[in-house]
C-alpha cells in the first residue's frame, strides 16, 4: 500500500521559513509527478507548486520567488521550502503524487494518484 508520509508543518511568524517534506512509501517502481497543494478555510484546493517526471518545477503565481520545491531525491522524498512566509499562507497543505507501484499480490503494477493526509501551516502577523 502506497502511503504519502508528510511532515514539517507548524507555525511561523510573517517573514519566517518552514520546510515541508513528503515521502513515498510502500511497494513503489518509479514516482513521477510531485505536487504540493494547499488549503485554507473556506478555499478550494489549490496548486502551490509541482515537479514533473522530467524535473521541470511549476509555482503558484503567489508563491514564486518564495517557495522552493526540491528534486525528488532517491528515497521518493520531495520538499517544499517555504521563505518569506506571509499570513496568507496559512492552509493546510497536502502532498500529491502520481505512483507507479505493485497493487496485487501477483506482482501487478498500476500507476495511481496518492495524496498525503496534509499538514498544517500557521502564518502569524
Known amino acids: 500500500q502506497v502511503q504519502l508520509v508528510e511532515s514539517g508543518g507548524g507555525s511561523a511568524q510573517a517573514g519566517g521559513s518552514l520546510r515541508l517534506s513528503c515521502r513515498a512509501a510502500?511497494?513503489?517502481?518509479?514516482?513521477?509527478?510531485m505536487a504540493w497543494y494547499r488549503q485554507a478555510p473556506g478555499k478550494q484546493r489549490e496548486l502551490v507548486a509541482e515537479i514533473s517526471g522530467d524535473a521541470t518545477k511549476k509555482y503558484a503565481d503567489s508563491v514564486k520567488g518564495r517557495f522552493t520545491i526540491s528534486d525528488v531525491d532517491v528515497r521518493n522524498t520531495v520538499y517544499l521550502q517555504m521563505n518569506a512566509l506571509r499570513s496568507e499562507d496559512s492552509a493546510v497543505y497536502y502532498c500529491?503524487?502520481?505512483?507507479?507501484?505493485?497493487?496485487?499480490?501477483?506482482?501487478?503494477?498500476?500507476?495511481?494518484?496518492?495524496w498525503g493526509q496534509g499538514t498544517l501551516v500557521t502564518v502569524s502577523s
Open positions: 510502500g511497494p513503489i517502481f518509479s514516482v513521477n509527478n
Open positions: 500529491n503524487a502520481d505512483v507507479m507501484a505493485t497493487v496485487t499480490s501477483l506482482g501487478d503494477m498500476e500507476e495511481r494518484n496518492y
